[in-house]
C-alpha cells in the first residue's frame, strides 16, 4: 500500500489502530475524577476512593465523631471513602508501634484497591469537608494546616501564613497527612514508615523517590493538644510517669461517645449515625434489603449489646 492510500484508509476510517475501552462509574463525581487524570496516571477503577485509616483507638473527646461525619460527607458527595482503625497491639513502650500501624494502614488501602489513603490520628478534629478540599488538590502527598497554640506556628517546616494556597513542605507533623496509593510503590512491600524515626525522615524519602510533599494552607485542621515533645516533660522522671499514663489510657475502651451525651445518632454510647445503625439489622440477614443509605455502614463492626465495660461505663456516667 502506497503512502497516499495509507492517508486515504486513515481519512475513511478515524479509529484505525486505536483501542476501543469502556469504562464504567459509580456516578459522575468518579467520572469527572478519572478524566482529569488521566493524561498523567492511569485511571482508577474507583476514582477517589479514600482508606481513612486512624492510627490507634486513643480517640480523644469528639475526635471519633468528627472523623466519622467527615467519611460520611466524603461518601454523600460522591468519593468511596471507608474508615478503617488501626489498633495498637498493646505491647511494649507506648508509641512503639505507630510507624507498624501505618505501614499496616498502607497494605491494606492497596489490598483493599483504594486509590487514596487519610493518615488520621486520634487528637484530630477534621471539618466534614476536610477529606473533599485534600483530595482537591490532586497532589501526591499533601496535608492540612496545623497550628501549634502554645508556639503560634504550624507544625511543619518551613512556615506559611495561612490561606495562602498549596506550598511545598520540606516536612509536616503526621497527624493527618493524604497519599496517592501510587506513591506506596516506591517502598519495598508498600511500607514507607519503615526505619523512618520522626517526620523529615519519611519526607526524605519521600525526595528520594522524586516526591513532594505539599501544605493546603487554605485547610486549618485543629488537634485537641498540641504535640508532646520530650522536653516539655521536665525531666526523665516526668516523662516516665507520662508513658505510664499513655500506657494506661491504650488498654481502656476507646472514647467513642458522641459530641453531645443526648444525642440520638449512637448505639451502645457509641457515636454511630442512624443510617449506620439502621443497616445492622437489614445487612447480611437475608432480610429485604434496605434503602442505598442504610446499606452505607453494613460493613460496620456492631457493638456488641452485652458489653458489660460499655454498660458499667454508662452507669457510672449516670450516676
Not at 95 to 103: F, T, V
Request: with cysteine; proline share 7%; charged share 25%.
Amino acid at each position: 500500500m502506497s503512502a497516499d492510500d495509507k492517508r486515504d484508509s486513515v481519512a475513511h476510517n478515524p479509529n484505525a489502530n486505536t483501542g476501543i475501552e469502556l469504562r464504567f462509574f459509580a456516578n459522575e463525581v468518579e467520572k469527572e475524577r478519572a478524566f482529569k487524570s488521566q493524561h498523567f496516571r492511569p485511571i482508577h477503577l474507583r476514582p477517589g476512593s479514600t482508606l481513612v485509616a486512624p492510627i490507634g483507638v486513643m480517640w480523644e473527646p469528639g475526635a471519633w465523631q468528627k472523623t466519622v461525619e467527615m467519611v460520611i460527607k466524603t461518601n454523600e458527595s460522591g468519593v468511596c471513602c471507608w474508615l478503617h482503625e488501626m489498633t495498637d497491639i498493646n505491647a511494649g513502650i507506648p508509641a512503639a508501634h505507630l510507624n507498624m500501624m501505618r505501614d499496616s494502614a498502607c497494605m491494606y488501602a492497596i489490598d483493599a484497591g483504594f486509590e487514596w489513603i487519610l493518615l488520621l490520628e486520634n487528637d484530630a478534629m477534621p471539618e466534614p469537608d476536610l477529606l473533599l478540599k485534600l483530595l482537591h488538590w490532586d497532589m501526591p502527598v499533601v496535608v492540612p494546616y496545623i497550628m501549634d497554640n502554645v508556639l503560634k506556628k504550624p507544625i511543619c517546616a518551613p512556615f506559611y501564613k495561612k490561606g495562602v494556597g498549596l506550598q511545598p513542605v520540606q516536612w509536616a507533623v503526621f497527624t493527618c497527612m493524604l497519599m496517592n496509593t501510587k506513591v506506596l510503590n516506591c517502598f519495598p512491600f508498600t511500607q514507607p514508615f519503615n526505619t523512618v524515626g520522626i517526620e523529615s525522615g519519611f519526607f526524605n524519602k519521600l525526595r528520594h523517590y522524586g516526591h513532594k510533599g505539599y501544605q493546603d494552607t487554605n485547610t486549618e485542621l485543629k488537634i485537641t493538644r498540641r504535640p508532646t515533645y520530650p522536653v516539655d516533660y521536665g525531666g526523665l522522671e516526668a516523662e516516665w510517669k507520662g508513658w505510664v499514663a499513655i500506657d494506661k489510657k491504650r488498654r481502656q475502651i476507646p472514647d467513642r461517645r458522641p459530641i453531645d451525651p443526648n444525642d440520638e445518632n449512637q448505639i451502645n454510647g457509641i457515636y454511630m449515625p442512624k443510617n449506620m445503625v439502621a443497616s445492622f439489622s437489614k445487612g447480611g440477614t437475608g432480610e429485604k434489603a434496605g434503602s442505598a443509605e442504610e446499606k452505607a455502614g453494613s460493613g460496620v463492626s456492631k457493638p456488641l449489646k452485652g458489653n458489660r465495660a460499655a454498660r458499667r461505663r454508662a452507669k457510672k456516667e449516670k450516676d
